[in-house]
C-alpha cells in the first residue's frame, strides 16, 4: 500500500473495515439462537480471562492460558465443526446460485398433491428434496428406490400399512432415490417441544445440508417446510407451493387440488371412487378403530 495514494489507502482500509463487519454480523447471525450462542459467549469469557491475566499481570493465570492458547483452534474447530460445514455450505451455495439457475423442468407439483392427500387423512410424512449439496450418505440409509417422481408412488409409500412409510424420502432432480431412510435429529434448544422425532429429522437434514424438507403431521396434518435449520409451520397449499417453486428457482405451474367431500353429501358413486385410492384411506375417521 507504500505506492498508493490517501484517497486509495483510505478507500481499502475502509473496504477492510467493511468485510470484516459484514464477517462478524454473518456469524452472529448464523449463531443466533443456536447451541453455538452460548458457547460463543463462554468463549467470550475465556478470552476477557486472557485479557485480564495480560493487563493485571496475573502470572499463575498467564501460564495457564498460555500453555492452553496452542490447542484453542483445535478446540474451536471441533467445537463449531456443526457450524463451519454449515456455513462453507452456504457459501457454497451462493456460489452455485452466482453461475445461474438450475436447468431442468422438474415440476415439484405431486409432492404438493401429496401433501394435500396426507393433510386430508393426517398421514405423516417426511420428503426431502435435494439441492446443489448431495445426499447420498443418507440415500444409502434407507432403501434404494432410483424411481420417477410422482404422486401416486408417495401415496403408496407413505400408507400406514406400507413397510416403508417410516422415515424420509429423498428426492433427487424428478426422481424419488430412496425411502425409508434415517436423518439426523436437530438438537437445537430453542425448538418447541411440541415437534416430534419427524420435525427434528426434517430440521436435522437442514442444519446440514442446503436441503428442503416438506413435513406433514401425523397428529393433526399440519403441512411444515423446513429449509436452512428453521421450519416454517402451518403453511397452505398455496403457499407450500410458492416456497418449492421461490427456492428450487423454476416455476411450477397450479394444478387443480383435490378437495376433500363432506360425508353426509356423499354419493355411492363418490364414495366407491375415492375409496378406489386404497383400502387403508380413512372416512373421515368415523370408525375409531379404523387404522391410520
Same mark, same amino acid.
Given at each position: !500500500?507504500?505506492?498508493?495514494?490517501?484517497?486509495?489507502?483510505?478507500?481499502?482500509?475502509?473496504?477492510?473495515?467493511?468485510?470484516?463487519?459484514?464477517?462478524?454480523?454473518?456469524?452472529?447471525? !448464523?449463531?443466533?439462537?443456536?447451541?453455538?450462542?452460548?458457547?460463543?459467549?463462554?468463549?467470550?469469557?475465556?478470552?476477557?480471562?486472557?485479557?485480564?491475566?495480560?493487563?493485571?499481570?496475573?502470572?499463575?493465570?498467564?501460564?495457564?492460558?498460555?500453555?492452553?492458547?496452542?490447542?484453542?483452534?483445535?478446540?474451536?474447530?471441533?467445537?463449531?465443526?456443526?457450524?463451519?460445514?454449515?456455513?462453507?455450505?452456504?457459501?457454497?451455495?451462493?456460489?452455485?446460485?452466482?453461475?445461474?439457475?438450475?436447468?431442468?423442468?422438474?415440476?415439484?407439483?405431486?409432492?404438493?398433491?401429496?401433501?394435500?392427500?396426507?393433510?386430508?387423512?393426517?398421514?405423516?410424512?417426511?420428503?426431502?428434496?435435494?439441492?446443489?449439496?448431495?445426499?447420498?450418505?443418507?440415500?444409502?440409509?434407507?432403501?434404494? !428406490?432410483?424411481?420417477?417422481?410422482?404422486?401416486?408412488?408417495?401415496?403408496?409409500?407413505?400408507?400406514?400399512?406400507?413397510?416403508?412409510?417410516?422415515?424420509?424420502?429423498?428426492?433427487? %432432480?424428478?426422481?424419488?432415490?430412496?425411502?425409508?431412510?434415517?436423518?439426523?435429529?436437530? !438438537?437445537?434448544?430453542?425448538?418447541?417441544?411440541?415437534?416430534?422425532?419427524?420435525?427434528?429429522?426434517?430440521?436435522?437434514?437442514?442444519?446440514?445440508?442446503?436441503?428442503?424438507?416438506?413435513?406433514?403431521?401425523?397428529?393433526?396434518?399440519?403441512?411444515?417446510?423446513?429449509?436452512?435449520? %428453521?421450519?416454517?409451520?402451518?403453511?397452505?397449499?398455496?403457499?407450500?407451493?410458492?416456497?418449492?417453486?421461490?427456492?428450487?428457482?423454476?416455476?411450477?405451474?397450479?394444478?387443480?387440488?383435490?378437495?376433500?367431500?363432506?360425508? %353426509?353429501?356423499?354419493?355411492?358413486?363418490?364414495?366407491?371412487?375415492?375409496?378406489?385410492?386404497?383400502?387403508?384411506?380413512?372416512?373421515?375417521?368415523?370408525?375409531?378403530?379404523? %387404522?391410520?
Amino acid at each position: !500500500m507504500t505506492g498508493l495514494g490517501p484517497w486509495a489507502q483510505g478507500a481499502l482500509a475502509a473496504l477492510d473495515i467493511l468485510l470484516v463487519a459484514v464477517l462478524i454480523y454473518q456469524v452472529l447471525v !448464523m449463531i443466533r439462537g443456536t447451541r453455538a450462542a452460548p458457547m460463543l459467549a463462554g468463549l467470550a469469557a475465556v478470552a476477557a480471562a486472557f485479557l485480564l491475566a495480560r493487563v493485571g499481570e496475573l502470572p499463575t493465570l498467564n501460564w495457564l492460558i498460555s500453555r492452553l492458547l496452542p490447542y484453542a483452534v483445535f478446540a474451536l474447530i471441533v467445537v463449531f465443526q456443526s457450524e463451519i460445514r454449515h456455513v462453507l455450505a452456504d457459501l457454497g451455495r451462493r456460489i452455485s446460485f452466482l453461475r445461474g439457475p438450475v436447468s431442468g423442468s422438474e415440476a415439484y407439483d405431486d409432492i404438493v398433491l401429496a401433501a394435500n392427500l396426507f393433510q386430508q387423512q393426517q398421514t405423516g410424512a417426511l420428503i426431502v428434496i435435494e439441492r446443489d449439496i448431495g445426499l447420498r450418505t443418507y440415500v444409502e440409509s434407507g432403501v434404494p !428406490m432410483d424411481a420417477r417422481l410422482s404422486y401416486d408412488l408417495l401415496a403408496t409409500i407413505f400408507r400406514p400399512s406400507a413397510p416403508l412409510h417410516d422415515g424420509a424420502v429423498i428426492v433427487q %432432480k424428478n426422481r424419488i432415490a430412496a425411502a425409508a431412510c434415517f436423518l439426523p435429529l436437530s !438438537m437445537n434448544p430453542v425448538l418447541s417441544t411440541q415437534l416430534g422425532t419427524r420435525h427434528r429429522a426434517g430440521i436435522g437434514i437442514t442444519e446440514e445440508t442446503d436441503a428442503i424438507a416438506v413435513i406433514v403431521s401425523e397428529e393433526t396434518g399440519a403441512i411444515s417446510l423446513a429449509l436452512g435449520g %428453521k421450519i416454517e409451520r402451518e403453511l397452505g397449499l398455496e403457499q407450500l407451493r410458492e416456497r418449492l417453486s421461490s427456492e428450487l428457482r423454476r416455476h411450477m405451474s397450479p394444478v387443480a387440488l383435490p378437495t376433500a367431500i363432506p360425508h %353426509k353429501e356423499e354419493s355411492d358413486a363418490m364414495r366407491e371412487a375415492r375409496l378406489d385410492l386404497g383400502p387403508d384411506v380413512e372416512s373421515d375417521g368415523d370408525d375409531p378403530g379404523e %387404522k391410520r
